[in-house]
């Protein structure tokens, strides 16, 4: 985990909050301040045990089973890419999967399965990238996981259009110029290949209709052949692979109600959420936001606050989960299977999950105080011994 990454640049770490599996260090900083003061405001302090989460795998997975999950995160977090290097007069093949540093866990997973590529770490974007570079390991290790398990996005296009070019790149009958020639055909405009994304359907896809081309039909007649064949697309490891990378958990207040609701959202890959719909019994519909350069995006969105659809989605991604979203969903998961225990329960264990997001996105900064770890340790643990709440039991 983190301790493997600490070693290698000589970080001492200062100490751990096991509950998280983060380790706070001179050389991650960022102040968990914020969070302790939100924390507090909702939880009172006691002198209690100490609390532990499980850094270990959850679900063991075989070859195939990795591989397909391996899929569903490439699907939502990863990507292939190639570029000219002028000064090394080479072109630079890249298979890559980022996520925040808060859960590296989930990289290092997947080096550990692969047994090649590396891990690096942007501290100013608090990123972290596992990467592959060698073009004898993306040929050999990546290319047939990639053939034999295909991807269900639109990133589909991007890894067919990779792998011809780094085919191009190592074959021995080319030579040099005609290699760069054929590549430099190929590879395609940040604006055209969003364009080409934008109507891009997998191949996977077309023996599924949309919701449209019901016009006369009811959908909820013939919604179970759909989900039979929806099923035959996603496998289970994928679906679990994907929502560690695009799924997210929320607790938010309805009226007078706390729901439990459960939510992807994509720009492109409306058939990839229309399946999804499927498989886990949850709505679809489209939402329009705003890019940061301020023009209007559509994304396609899968969610469901309804009670037996979240009892399903409870049950179908029990113990599977590698990254640290498994954290949340436990959380979540918990919370919804106790949530007699009435609104200020189910209040606290929104503002853990609102808590956890934001480390998700800001990750540590300054340097806290021992005092401050103690706090959010009995904050913590006052969670628990109130709520019922052990996120290292199965939801």
């Avoid at 002198?47 to 499980?54: A, D, L």
């Avoid at 604006?191 to 997998?202: A, C, V």
Wanted: proline residues 3%.
């Amino acid at each position: 985990m983190v301790f493997s990454l600490l070693n290698q640049f000589k970080i001492a770490p200062l100490f751990t909050i096991p509950f998280l599996g983060i380790d706070i260090c001179k050389r991650n900083l960022n102040s968990v301040k914020m969070l302790l003061t939100r924390l507090a405001g909702v939880l009172r302090s006691s002198e209690v045990k100490r609390i532990t989460f499980s850094s270990a795998d959850n679900l063991p997975l075989n070859d195939e089973d990795f591989n397909n999950w391996l899929v569903g995160v490439v699907d939502g977090d990863g990507s292939f890419s190639y570029s000219y290097h002028i000064k090394k007069n080479n072109w630079i093949f890249t298979f890559e999967v980022s996520q925040s540093t808060y859960n590296l866990r989930m990289l290092e997973c997947i080096k550990k399965n692969l047994g090649i590529g590396r891990i690096s770490i942007n501290e100013k974007r608090h990123e972290g990238k596992y990467r592959v570079q060698k073009r004898g390991h993306l040929i050999k290790h990546i290319i047939p996981i990639f053939d034999a398990h295909p991807l269900l996005t639109s990133k589909h296009f991007n890894y067919v259009n990779f792998r011809e070019a780094l085919y191009i790149a190592e074959n021995p009958d080319l030579n040099a110029d005609d290699r760069n020639a054929k590549i430099s055909k190929l590879k395609l405009s940040s604006e055209d290949k969003e364009q080409i994304l934008k109507n891009y359907k997998n191949p996977v896809w077309y023996f599924i209709p949309e919701p449209k081309e019901f016009e006369n039909l009811k959908l909820e007649e013939i919604r179970p052949a759909l989900k039979k064949r929806a099923k035959k697309v996603i496998n289970k490891f994928w679906l679990v692979g994907f929502v560690e990378a695009e799924g997210s958990f929320f607790i938010h207040k309805n009226g007078n109600r706390m729901r439990h609701r459960f939510k992807i959202a994509q720009k492109f890959d409306k058939h990839v959420i229309w399946a999804i719909s499927l498989v886990l019994q949850t709505r679809i519909y489209t939402e329009t936001r705003y890019d940061k350069s301020g023009k209007i995006r559509f994304y396609y969105i899968t969610q469901s606050t309804n009670q037996e659809t979240v009892k399903l989605i409870i049950k179908y991604f029990s113990n599977a989960m590698k990254g640290r979203k498994s954290l949340e969903y436990r959380i979540w998961s918990k919370s919804f299977n106790n949530r007699a225990c009435g609104c200020e329960y189910l209040l606290k264990n929104q503002e853990i999950l609102r808590c956890l997001r934001s480390i998700r996105h800001d990750i540590f900064g300054k340097i806290i105080t021992i005092p401050e770890f103690e706090l959010f340790r009995r904050l913590i643990n006052e969670l628990k011994l109130t709520n019922n709440f052990n996120p290292s039991a199965k939801a």
